[in-house]
């Protein structure tokens, strides 16, 4: 089931069921804002496959840099959290892990992956968070070329997580979508549809 979560400090986010354009949609508009709308899952690493969603983006917001603390806004986000050797983590990574507990009563994840609308970077680049090396991106759509119209993406799992923190993924734990606009101060709008896991195909034999 999908759940509203809250960020501590932080103006949430409004997310509204609409159809558009003839398809099952979430409208999402932030105002200064930053929360996701997020769901549990549990997939262990042998059975990761791919993940399929589409977004739509009506503009950009124009002072956003995701390599910028205060800048690190996004039209849409599509966030993947992943388990993994959390004795790995180095000293800054464990004690933003503990603030999270505290302040969200959850630890942060070992590591989360998202896929990003970035206003300049090419598609296919990654992101490191500014805040914290455990959380990448990777960019799929870029610029204002592709804006007002459907925007439909299918991902291998397991490859984009390797390609982003190079190493292999642990089990995937949760699904999120989020459009923030917090850093920036700014305003975003932005429609998501239905965002699916589906299974690992095994490869004939």
Known sequence: MWEHKPLPGKRATQFRYVRKDGRDAMAVTATESASLLRKKVRVEAADLGRVKFSWMVPELIAAADLAQRDADDSPVRIILAF?????????????LSELARTLTGEPMPYATLMYVWCNRREPGSVVKSPRTDRIRSI????????LN??????????????RAFGEAPGALVGVAIM?????????ARAWYGPVRVLPRVASAR
Do not use: C, F, K, P
């Open 149 to 162: 119209r459907w925007r439909d993406h299918e991902r291998d799992i397991r490859l984009d997580y390797e």
């Open 179 to 187: 459009t923030d606009s917090d850093n920036t101060r700014s305003s």
């Open 139 to 146: 960019v799929l759509d870029s610029g204002s070329r592709q």
């Open 83 to 95: 388990e993994g050797d959390r004795s790995r983590l180095s000293a800054r990574d464990e004690m």
